[in-house]
């Protein structure tokens, strides 16, 4: 049973548009949210993560969006270049676990290809 | 800063042989956590180390096993291996066992084949 849901296996991307991927989860108790990117024969890299308290978070031409009654959540790219084509991880955290680590949970990813 | 390094970058075993994947972690890091990707798939927590006892465990049985060494190094031990266990070995460090307190960094993996 998925936790962590991306549903589009792929998106395809004109440079210089926005680029917009979706995330959805089943467990109300995740609190803390990350959004990572990996390129092939590398792994996976931070890019910006929210919690639960917030519903926006911004670092430059990235920005995730947060919608806690819906239980999803965005990651929107503006303007997308070639340097974004990458597949794109969605995770879920609980901040406070009270022993031990639960890790993060991840979904399948999302295979971003930026057209030029 | 060195980053997360992982040995060997790929690696070729038998159904029932045992593997051992190795790990250094980011310079500072005193948390190391290890993921499982299969294909297809997103990474799937199986442990943590932090200042070298295991710290929590994702739904792996337990012929998956690790070790965190002074050194904040690990390893990640299987045996019994199974046609399934062929995967992406990623291992992550962190400075803080909290996801919230630091994001995981992590290396570039190990990729383990059975046959």
Same mark, same amino acid.
């Given at each position: 049973?998925?936790?962590?849901?991306?549903?589009?296996?792929?998106?395809?991307?004109?440079?210089?548009?926005?680029?917009?991927?979706?995330?959805?989860?089943?467990?109300?108790?995740?609190?803390?949210?990350?959004?990572?990117?990996?390129?092939?024969?590398?792994?996976?890299?931070?890019?910006?993560?929210?919690?639960?308290?917030?519903?926006?978070?911004?670092?430059?031409?990235?920005?995730?969006?947060?919608?806690?009654?819906?239980?999803?959540?965005?990651?929107?790219?503006?303007?997308?270049?070639?340097?974004?084509?990458?597949?794109?991880?969605?995770?879920?955290?609980?901040?406070?676990?009270?022993?031990?680590?639960?890790?993060?949970?991840?979904?399948?990813?999302?295979?971003?290809?930026?057209?030029? | 800063?060195?980053?997360?390094?992982?040995?060997?970058?790929?690696?070729?075993?038998?159904?029932?042989?045992?593997?051992?994947?190795?790990? =250094? +972690?980011?310079?500072?890091? &005193?948390?190391?956590?290890?993921?499982?990707? @299969? !294909?297809?798939?997103?990474?799937?927590? #199986?442990?943590?180390?932090?200042?070298?006892?295991?710290?929590?465990?994702?739904?792996?049985?337990?012929?998956?096993?690790?070790?965190?060494?002074?050194?904040? =190094? +690990?390893?990640?031990?299987? &045996?019994?291996?199974?046609?399934?266990?062929? @995967? !992406?070995?990623?291992?992550?460090?962190? #400075?803080?066992?909290?996801?919230?307190?630091?994001?995981?960094?992590?290396?570039?993996?190990?990729?383990?084949?059975?046959?």
């Amino acid at each position: 049973d998925q936790q962590v849901k991306q549903n589009s296996p792929s998106l395809s991307v004109q440079e210089g548009r926005i680029s917009i991927l979706n995330c959805d989860y089943t467990n109300s108790m995740f609190d803390y949210f990350l959004w990572y990117k990996k390129y092939p024969a590398e792994g996976p890299t931070f890019l910006i993560s929210i919690s639960s308290i917030k519903d926006k978070n911004e670092d430059g031409r990235f920005t995730v969006f947060l919608n806690k009654s819906a239980k999803h959540l965005s990651l929107h790219i503006v303007p997308s270049q070639p340097g974004d084509s990458a597949v794109y991880f969605c995770a879920a955290d609980l901040m406070y676990s009270g022993g031990g680590a639960d890790g993060l949970t991840f979904g399948k990813g999302t295979h971003l290809i930026i057209q030029p | 800063e060195t980053g997360v390094t992982q040995s060997p970058t790929h690696l070729i075993k038998t159904r029932g042989q045992q593997v051992t994947l190795r790990c =250094s +972690s980011q310079s500072g890091h &005193n948390t190391v956590s290890w993921y499982q990707q @299969a !294909l297809g798939q997103g990474p799937q927590f #199986i442990f943590q180390y932090y200042r070298e006892e295991e710290n929590g465990r994702g739904n792996f049985p337990p012929r998956f096993s690790g070790l965190q060494f002074p050194n904040y =190094s +690990s390893e990640l031990n299987v &045996n019994a291996l199974e046609l399934d266990d062929s @995967a !992406l070995y990623l291992c992550a460090s962190s #400075i803080d066992r909290s996801s919230y307190n630091s994001p995981l960094h992590f290396g570039n993996g190990t990729r383990l084949t059975v046959t």
